[in-house]
C-alpha cells in the first residue's frame, strides 16, 4: 500500500481527447498534476488487489488534495509523470511517484472503464497521447550564442517563443522549433517581462538549461488547465546520466566502500567512496562520489545505511547497480528535481 495524505494542491484536472471507438460511452483517461508541501501527503493509496487488475486508487481522503483535485476510489493509474506504468510491478510503481518528490503528474481511468477496455483485450497504453512530455535541455553556446532567439508579445509577461537556429546549439540539445519556454536554470519565468529574461540569460555564463514544450506539448498542457512542469519531463537530451554498474564480487571484495552522508536536497544519501584500482567496482566504472540511487533495479529511497548494505549482499556474489556522478546529482537538483531521471525495466 501506498499511503498518501494531502492538505495543499494546485492545477485544475481535465479529460483526454481519446475517443470510444467502440461508440459505449466507455470514459476518457484524466490527467491531474498534484503539489502538495514537503510535509503533507497527496490524500490517497494505492492498492494491488487480489482479484482486480491495475494499480487501483483507494482511501481518497475526503477534502484532501486527491479527493478536491477530482481523483475517485476505484480509478486504475496509468501513468506517473508522462510514463505508463500499468505494466509495471506495484512496488516500482509506488517508487516512481515517491520519488517525484512534492509535485506528481497522473494520469487515471475509471476502473468500470478500465475493466472494460481490458475484457475487449485493449491496449491501454494506445489510448494516452504519442508525446505529451516538455523537455528539459541542456544548451552550451557556442562563438555565436546559444543558438535561439526570443519573442514575446508586446507587454505581456511570461510568455515566450523560440526560434532556434538550424544545426546550432539549443537544436543539438534537444530544443524543438518554435517552443515555448517555462523555465531557465529552474526557475519559473513566468514573472518574467522580455528584459529580465535576456538579463538572466546573460548571467547563466556559457551554458543554459530550459524547460521547454513544443506547441503541440503546450496546447495539450493548457486546454486542461495544467501548468507545465520540470516533474513530467523528457530528460534524455540531458546530458547528465545515470549509470548501471554491474559486478561480479572477486577474492577481494567489490572494491568500494558505501557512505552515508547528506545529499544536496538535505535528505541522507548512500555515496561510493574509496574504489580500489583493478577491482571490481573499478572495472565496472565506478567514480568517486556517485550516489547510489538504485540495487538491482529496486530504488534504495528510504533505506538506511545498513538496509542498503544487506540489499547489496542479497545476492551474495553479485550486484547491479545505479549511480550518478556528483556533477549530474548537482545538476538534477539545481533544476527542481529530487531524483535523477531512471528507469527499470
Excluded at 169 to 181: D, F, I, M, N, T
Aim: hydrophobic share 35%; glycine share 12%.
Amino acid at each position: 500500500k501506498f499511503e498518501f495524505n494531502p492538505k495543499d494542491g494546485i492545477d485544475n484536472p481535465a479529460l483526454s481527447l481519446a475517443e470510444d471507438t467502440d461508440g459505449k460511452g466507455m470514459g476518457e483517461p484524466r490527467f491531474y498534476l498534484l503539489s502538495k508541501g514537503s510535509a503533507e501527503t497527496f490524500g490517497f493509496s494505492i492498492h494491488e488487489e487480489l482479484g482486480c487488475q491495475g494499480h487501483i486508487i483507494r482511501q481518497v481522503e475526503r477534502g484532501g488534495l486527491a479527493q478536491r483535485r477530482g481523483l475517485q476510489d476505484g480509478d486504475r493509474l496509468l501513468q506517473v509523470n508522462g510514463h505508463f506504468v500499468d505494466h509495471m510491478d506495484h512496488c516500482r510503481v509506488v517508487q516512481k511517484i515517491k520519488a517525484s518528490g512534492n509535485q506528481v503528474l497522473l494520469t487515471v481511468l475509471d476502473g468500470d472503464s478500465y475493466e472494460a477496455a481490458k475484457a475487449l483485450g485493449r491496449d491501454l497504453s494506445q489510448l494516452l497521447p504519442a508525446d505529451i512530455r516538455p523537455r528539459l535541455c541542456h544548451i552550451t553556446q557556442d562563438k555565436s550564442g546559444f543558438g535561439f532567439s526570443v519573442s514575446s508579445p508586446e507587454g505581456m509577461k511570461g510568455t515566450f517563443q523560440l526560434s532556434v537556429r538550424h544545426d546550432g546549439p539549443a537544436e543539438k540539445a534537444g530544443v524543438p522549433q518554435g517552443s515555448w519556454l517555462f523555465e531557465l536554470n529552474g526557475a519559473s519565468v513566468r514573472s518574467c517581462s522580455h528584459t529580465q529574461l535576456a538579463r538572466k540569460l546573460k548571467q547563466s555564463g556559457s551554458k543554459v538549461t530550459l524547460l521547454v514544450a513544443s506547441s503541440a506539448v503546450e496546447e495539450f498542457y493548457r486546454l486542461r488547465g495544467l501548468r507545465v512542469t520540470a516533474v513530467a519531463a523528457d530528460t534524455s537530451w540531458l546530458p547528465f546520466k545515470v549509470r548501471e554498474l554491474h559486478m561480479v564480487k572477486g577474492p577481494a571484495g567489490y572494491g568500494f566502500l558505501l557512505k552515508e552522508d547528506d545529499c544536496r536536497s538535505g535528505a541522507t544519501g548512500q555515496f561510493l567512496w574509496d574504489v580500489d584500482a583493478g577491482l571490481p567496482a573499478d572495472q565496472a566504472g565506478m567514480r568517486e562520489g556517485d550516489r547510489l540511487l538504485a540495487v538491482n533495479g529496486v530504488s534504495i529511497e528510504g533505506l538506511d545505511h545498513q538496509q542498503t548494505v544487506l540489499r547489496i549482499r542479497a545476492n551474495e556474489d553479485q550486484v547491479t547497480m545505479l549511480v550518478i556522478d556528483p556533477a549530474g546529482d548537482e545538476f538534477y537538483h539545481s533544476v527542481g528535481f529530487g531524483e535523477p531521471a531512471w528507469s527499470c525495466p
